[in-house]
């Protein structure tokens, strides 16, 4: 079965400064997606950035970036600039591309101060 | 954008009460979900729906069951609530098909079973 793990329950980062949020996850298979969420403080979840395992080419949305290792089953979200908008819990998910409902680690909770 | 509508943000029931959790979206998404959301275990999916009338079991569909009488509307039943139901329930969509569509989510329900 798939599996998804993020190994940092808390992580902070200090504003403007850049910090990077771990994922690995387990999969024999090679075609497949990755997602990072995010959800603040009684707020709703969001989807922060995507990648399709076929791409070499991580992907990038304004801040947010990803590491994508595809032979080391690693996904991680890199937040440049932080800002205090940031803090939140974010999760990643994986989702088979023969699938339908997405795996989620446990998450990471990121506080930022100023 | 779309919209993922949950009945109610709190919601506070007696042990043995048959619950109701209801979710709309309003984009003709195939897909519905339901997720619960514990503190160090992340989102679990109880069961998910892929058309009307369809549902699939998810990780821990015990204690509950889905109905799905409209594209748009997806309930989540607890047949007799129990306190170890307490918990965050977040309802998703998302479209059909094999792709790297992302779920859109609910503002969540926060129910307590006293």
């Known amino acids: 079965a798939q599996t998804v793990t993020q190994s940092q329950p808390e992580m902070s980062v200090q504003e403007a400064e850049t910090v990077t949020l771990s994922c690995t996850y387990d999969t024999s298979e090679s075609d497949y997606y990755l997602f990072w969420y995010k959800q603040p403080p009684s707020r709703q979840m969001i989807l922060v950035i995507r990648?399709?395992?076929?791409?070499?080419q991580n992907a990038t949305e304004n801040r947010f970036s990803v590491n994508f290792q595809k032979a080391a089953k690693s996904f991680s979200l890199k937040i440049s600039d932080s800002q205090l908008g940031d803090a939140a819990m974010y999760f990643c998910a994986y989702k088979p591309q023969a699938g339908t409902a997405l795996i989620f680690g446990k998450g990471t909770t990121l506080s930022v101060s100023s | 954008d779309v919209k993922v509508t949950q009945s109610s943000r709190y919601l506070v029931k007696r042990t043995g009460e048959k619950v109701f959790l209801e979710c709309v979206q309003d984009?003709?998404?195939?897909?519905m979900f339901w997720y619960r959301q514990d503190p160090g275990l992340g989102l679990r999916l109880i069961y998910f729906s892929y058309d009307v009338k369809m549902k699939e079991k998810g990780d821990i569909p015990e204690g509950y069951s889905v109905s799905r009488e409209k594209k748009e509307r997806f309930s989540l039943i607890l047949e007799s609530a129990s306190t170890n139901q307490t918990s965050m329930y977040l309802c998703a969509s998302s479209w059909g098909g094999y792709s790297n569509q992302p779920q859109h989510f609910g503002d969540g329900t926060r129910l307590s079973i006293l």
């Open positions: 984009m003709d998404h195939e897909n």
């Open positions: 990648q399709e395992a076929y791409k070499q």
